[in-house]
C-alpha cells in the first residue's frame, strides 16, 4: 500500500491525536492542513511558494480537472504533480461533493448520476468506476471514494438510502481500484447519528487505509459539527488517518482535532485572501478596512514571513487599487499562518495541553475574555 | 544632479547609441526597456521577480498613485520604492498623458488642466507645479515634465499652441522642482516636423538633464512614427539620455534604437501577458490556441527562464481555467524576453551590427522571409 499511518501520541488533556503520514512523496506529521489547488494551481502561486506555505500534501478536485484540462491530458504529463510541477505529495477528492454542489440536473441513479457540464451543457456520467479511473489518471497519492453528500436538510429516509448507497459505491470503487494510490472511504450520514455509525460500520468494512467524513460544514452550525465529530471519534478506526474534508477555520481545526481529526482540507485560507481578509498571528483583518490606509506597520510581527516586509498600508492600496499581487500576498499570509498554526497544535498534543492551546488561541485569535 | 549619462558607442551600422545612465539607485546600460508598475506593482510580480526580469529600472504612473493612495500616504512610506519595497531605480511620468487619455471633462487653461476623477467624479487640477510636488513626494530618481498630449489628429494651430504651452509649463516646472531628482524636458509636436523642431529647441533651451519623446505611439502608424523619430535624432542633445515614451513592441523598439533612442517604457508585454499573448524567442504565440492543448513542450527553449519548466499545454489551461497563475508566469516571461531582447540590441550595438540583428531578429520573431 501507497500510504501507512503511524499514530504515535494521544494528548492526554483533549485526547487529539498527533501522528505521522507515509506518502509515496513524503511523511508528513499530523494534524495537518492541505492548502487546495483545484485546478492544478494554488490561486495565485507557484510551486516553490505552495511549499513554503504548507506541510508539503495538497489538495485538488477531480471534478475541476476532469472537466478542464481533461484528465487524459494530465495523464499525459505524469498526472497533476507533473503538470503543475509539484513535488510534494497530492489528494484528490472524488468529484462527488461538486456535483452536487455545482452541477444542475443531476440524475442519481444505483450506477451514479447523470448532469449537465455547467460551462457547455453537455450531459455528463460520473460513477464509483469513472471516478476511481480520472484519479488514476490524475494520479494523487490519496485518492477519494466516490461518495453522495445530499443537503443537510435531507429526510431521514433519504439520507438512509443515501448512506446505504454511498457504501455500495465505495465498495464498488474500490473494486475497479486498480493502482496502489491509497482509496479512502468517506463516512456520511449527515446530522443524524444513527446514520452516522451505519456508514462507519458499512464503510469500514469495505477496508479502507484512511476515512474521510464528508456532509460536514455544509450549513449546519458549528455545535453540530463538533457534536457529530464527538460521537464518530470513538468509533472510527484508532490506527488509520482520519480526513475531515471541507474544514480550514481555525476554531473548526482544533475542534476537529479535539475530536480525532488527523486531516484537513479547505478553501477557507485561499478565499479569505481573495476577498481582503487577513489571517495573522493577533487575529483575522479585511485589510481594505479605512483604518488601514495609512498605516506603516508590518501585516504580522508574529509570523516569520517575507510579506512582514509590507505596510498594511500598502496591502490595503493593492486592494484599493484591483491589484492581483494584494490577492498573491495574503494567500502566502494566510497559508503561513494556517501551516504555524497546524504545527503548534501538534506541538501542544505532544506536550499534552491542546485544551490550553485552544484557550491561549481563542483569546489571541479571536480576542476571547476569560 | 542625481542622473549622468555617457554616450559610450555609437553603433557604425546602424548609429544607434550604446551609454550608461548613471543614477542614485544603479548604473543602467542604455537601450533601457522599462517595466510599468503602475500602481506601485509591476501587475502579478513581487520585487524579487521585478529584479530578475528588468535591468532594474522601472517606471510608475503619477497620476494613478495620485488618485490611489495619493502621494502623501507614499510620502510617508519614502516615495513609491519604499511602499512597494523596490530597491532599484525609478521613473514616474507627470500624469499629464493619463489626465488627457483616462479623464473626462478636461478644462485646459495656461495654469493647468481641471479634469473629472474617474473614480468618484471629484474636480481635480493638475498644473506644471503640482506634477512636480507629486513626483517629488513619490520619490523617483527620474521625473518628468507635465506636458500636454493632444489627439494625433489634432489641428495645426491647436498643436502650436499646444507646444508653446507646454514648453512654458516645463519652464515651470524646472522653477518649480526642488529636490534633486532628475527633471526631464518633453518633446511633443505630433506628426508635424516644423512643430516637432520647434519643441525641441524650446525645450532644450530651459536644459533637462534629459528628454523625453511624447505624443507618439498614439494612433499614428509605424511609419509615421519612425519618420519623426529618424527627423528629432540630429536635432536632439548627443549628450543626454532620449526616452521615448509608451514604446515596448520589440519592432517599434529597434527601429527607435536606430533612430537615437535609449530609453522605453511600455505596459505591450505585462498587458500581452494579461490577454494570454506570450513573447517567446520564436516569436509571440497566443497561449489559448486549440493547438496548444496537448503540447507539453516549454513555452520558450530559448530563453533561460524558470518559466521553462511548464509545458504549453498547462499554461493555456491556467487561462482556460482563469487562473492567475497564468498571467503571472506569462507577464514574468513577457518582461524577461524583453530583458533579453534589450542585451542583444546592446550587444549589436556594441558590435555594430544592429542593422544585421533587426534581420535576424524579424526573421525569428516576425518570420520574416528574405
Known amino acids: 500500500m501507497a500510504i501507512s499511518f503511524e499514530l504515535k501520541h494521544v494528548c492526554k488533556q483533549s485526547g487529539a491525536r498527533y501522528g505521522i503520514l507515509h506518502t509515496p512523496h513524503g511523511s508528513f506529521e499530523t494534524p495537518i ?11 495565485t502561486l507557484n510551486p516553490q511558494e505552495i511549499k513554503e506555505v504548507s506541510d508539503g500534501l495538497i489538495l485538488a478536485n477531480t471534478y475541476h480537472l476532469w472537466l478542464q484540462p481533461g484528465e487524459k491530458i494530465i495523464k499525459k504529463h505524469g498526472g497533476i504533480r ?32 447523470e448532469f449537465r457540464n455547467p460551462k457547455n451543457g453537455d450531459l455528463l456520467f460520473l460513477s464509483p468506476e ?52 491509497a482509496l479512502f472511504g468517506i463516512v456520511q450520514g449527515g446530522l443524524d447519528k444513527e446514520l452516522r455509525k451505519l456508514s462507519v460500520e458499512l464503510t469500514t468494512e469495505i477496508d479502507f487505509p484512511g476515512y474521510s467524513i464528508g456532509g460536514l460544514s455544509v450549513g449546519e452550525t458549528k455545535d453540530e459539527m463538533a457534536e457529530i465529530l464527538a460521537y464518530l471519534n470513538p468509533l472510527m478506526p484508532q ?26 482540507d479547505c478553501v477557507y485560507p485561499t478565499r479569505n485572501a481573495r476577498h481582503g481578509t487577513a489571517m495573522t498571528t493577533q487575529g483575522s483583518i ?49 497559508l503561513l499562518f494556517l501551516k504555524q498554526f497546524t504545527a503548534q497544535i501538534r506541538q501542544a498534543i505532544k506536550e499534552d495541553r491542546l485544551l490550553d492551546f485552544k484557550e491561549e488561541f481563542y483569546k489571541s485569535y479571536y480576542h476571547q475574555k476569560d
Open 33 to 43: 492542513f492541505m492548502p487546495v489547488g483545484t485546478q492544478a494551481t494554488v490561486k
Open 82 to 113: 507533473g503538470f503543475m510541477k509539484w513535488k510534494g505529495a497530492l489528494l484528490t477528492d472524488s468529484g462527488g461533493f461538486q456535483v452536487f454542489s455545482l452541477s444542475e440536473l443531476r440524475k442519481i441513479s444505483e450506477s451514479g448520476v
Open 130 to 181: 469513472k471516478a476511481i479511473q480520472i484519479q488514476e489518471d490524475l494520479g494523487a497519492d490519496i485518492i477519494m471514494s466516490f461518495d453522495e453528500c445530499p443537503p443537510v436538510d435531507a429526510s431521514y429516509e433519504y439520507m438512509k438510502d443515501s448512506v446505504l448507497r454511498t457504501a455500495r459505491w465505495a465498495k464498488r470503487g474500490k473494486e475497479a481500484h486498480k493502482t496502489d494510490q
Open 239 to 264: 490506527d488509520k488517518p482520519r480526513y475531515l474534508m471541507g474544514v480550514g477555520a481555525p476554531d473548526d481545526m482544533i475542534n476537529g482535532v479535539i475530536n480525532g481529526i488527523d486531516m484537513f
Open 286 to 334: 479585511q485589510i481594505k478596512n479605512k483604518r488601514f490606509e495609512e498605516d506603516l506597520s508590518p501585516l504580522d510581527p508574529g509570523l516569520d514571513s517575507p510579506i512582514s516586509k509590507y505596510s498594511k498600508s500598502y496591502l490595503r492600496h493593492l486592494f484599493k487599487a484591483d491589484e492581483m499581487l494584494g490577492y498573491r500576498l495574503l494567500t502566502y499570509q494566510n
